[in-house]
């Protein structure tokens, strides 16, 4: 009977509001898995859900509902777990596995809760106690539908940023940024070498591989080479190859980059650091188009394209003598130089809100970052530019015991800044009698906090609330309090 699980037995369900139909109305029609042994309970569980618009499917047996689960497209599964609930966990388990973006909602008898915690920890979203009444199982079938709407939302925001946040995998909307795309689109199409300038950290190797993505070699090899890290004579057997014999170890021939690259592109990262010995070979080999592997008394042609890049001032080398004039020409042909971390503030945010998602990858938590985390952040010049922020977020998210990144989170370098910030921010109270204290009201610290989100982010509304560790609603009530419509005009 439906009192094991109604606290009524009426069949007669409470009327939708029309803000609940409306919203069922509008909402993308979900499909509801029910399983559930008693078929008096399982019946109304399904009317009520066919009632608020799911697209409905029941069953009493586990087994038929791994088969249903596997044929068909499910959103939410509403499980009966009986006290004894070993199956019914091992489902639910399955399931997630299979399925992590399912909604897994879970019904027990009163007194179960040991049973509903370990469905929890197995990756439950919800439960109800039996008996429960019809308004309540609404209730917990409208929140599972609230909670994938949301998600479904920030999936298709990320999917958003990862269309239009930069060039390729470069992220930034920055005017420098901008220029730097408008360059680097137009460089991808030509075979002319390419040098890269920029900070330790700013993304050279980033570049390179962008323009050799963006280019009509893009299927052709991408050949990195870091001239800083290894010997002279390994470079140079690494650049032009060898042959049998050449050197101790040599047990057969081996191509060089150059060759191997077959049409496509070698980068020399910090080419600054190359012996001039060997800045006379390179010159060689990129005015000939062939290269003389170790040993050999022959050359072999090549059609590679050269991207090179360093942090160093190569003109200034040229100048002291230890950077070839007529190399330096013969590289820079077209060189892009990369802007720091610093002159680009505005891409903090969304370079931190793809390292943030690449974190929440695998793992059962979306992080965020706190109001202040972000506004510290925006503050630190970032010496280390991209691979210092990098390297930031990952040390706040391994040391985070929740979702949301606080300040004492950060690196101890920056969590000190934030607290320095803070004091500054502080105003002393006047002597008593004196009144003209500037102490300046919470809300409207909170609205400047807003607004400046929303500005910083060129009026990506969406993306200020996720940083911003709000939800939309919530920022839309926010500005319509504000009496804003155009917050990136008025405010």
């Known amino acids: 009977m439906l009192e094991t699980a109604f606290q009524t037995t009426s069949m007669k369900y409470p009327l939708q509001s029309a803000e609940v139909q409306a919203h069922a109305d509008q909402r993308i029609r979900l499909h509801l898995l029910v399983v559930e042994a008693d078929s ?5 569980c399904s009317e009520i859900a066919a009632s608020l618009g799911y697209a409905v499917q029941s069953t009493g047996s586990y087994t038929e509902a791994r088969s249903l689960l596997r044929g068909r497209a499910v959103d939410i599964l509403l499980l009966n777990l009986p006290p004894i609930g070993e199956q019914g966990l091992e489902l639910i388990t399955e399931v997630k596995v299979l399925c992590p973006t399912l909604a897994v909602l879970v019904m027990t008898v009163s007194g179960s809760i040991n049973v509903a915690v370990e469905a929890m920890r197995c990756g439950a979203a919800d439960y ?30 990320r999917e958003r940023l990862r269309l239009s946040q930069g060039l390729g995998s470069m992220i930034g909307r920055s005017a420098e940024m901008e220029k ?18 920029g900070e330790s950290g700013s993304g050279k190797e980033l570049v390179a591989r962008t323009i050799h993505a963006s280019g009509p070699n893009a299927q052709k090899p991408f050949l990195p080479v870091d001239c ?29 980059l150059f060759v191997s690259a077959e049409g496509g592109t070698v980068f020399l990262d910090e080419i600054g650091e190359l012996t001039l010995d060997l800045q006379a070979k390179l010159l060689r080999a990129l005015q000939e188009k062939e290269v003389r592997p170790v040993g050999a008394t022959h050359r072999v042609p090549i059609k590679a394209r050269v991207v090179a890049a360093t942090n160093r001032d190569l003109a200034s080398m040229v100048d002291h003598g230890t950077f070839r004039k007529d190399l330096f020409y013969r590289l820079n042909v077209v060189n892009l130089r990369l802007p720091p971390l610093r002159d680009r503030r505005e891409d903090i945010p969304l370079l931190t809100a793809h390292f943030l998602e690449r974190q929440s990858r695998g793992r059962l938590r979306k992080f965020t970052l706190s109001d202040e985390a972000l506004r510290t952040m925006m503050r630190h010049d970032w010496p280390g530019n991209i691979r210092e922020l990098e390297n930031c977020i990952e040390h706040a998210c391994a040391l985070s015991s929740g979702p949301v990144l606080e300040l004492g989170d950060l690196p101890t370098g920056l969590q000190q800044q934030g607290l320095d910030a803070h004091r500054a921010s502080i105003v002393v109270p006047p002597p008593l009698g004196d009144h003209t204290g500037d102490v300046q009201p919470l809300a409207e610290m909170e609205r400047q906090a807003i607004l400046s989100a929303i500005r910083i982010l060129d009026g990506d509304k969406l993306l200020a609330a996720q940083l911003l560790g709000i939800g939309k609603t919530t920022l839309y009530r926010k500005l ?9 005009r008025d405010g």
């Open 180 to 197: 730097l795309y408008r360059i680097l689109s137009k460089v991808a199409q030509s075979t002319h070498p390419v040098l890269v300038l």
């Open 40 to 44: 008096a309970v399982r019946s109304a």
């Open 228 to 256: 800083g890290s290894l010997v002279p004579t390994l470079i140079e057997s690494e650049l032009f190859g060898y042959v049998k014999g050449a050197f101790t170890g040599a047990n057969k021939s081996k191509d060089g």
């Open 480 to 488: 319509k309090e504000y009496g804003i419509n155009d917050p990136m």
């Open 128 to 157: 109800l106690n039996k008996p429960f009444d019809a308004d309540e199982l609404s209730a917990m079938l409208e929140r599972a539908a609230a909670h994938l709407s949301i998600d479904e939302d920030s999936r298709r925001l």
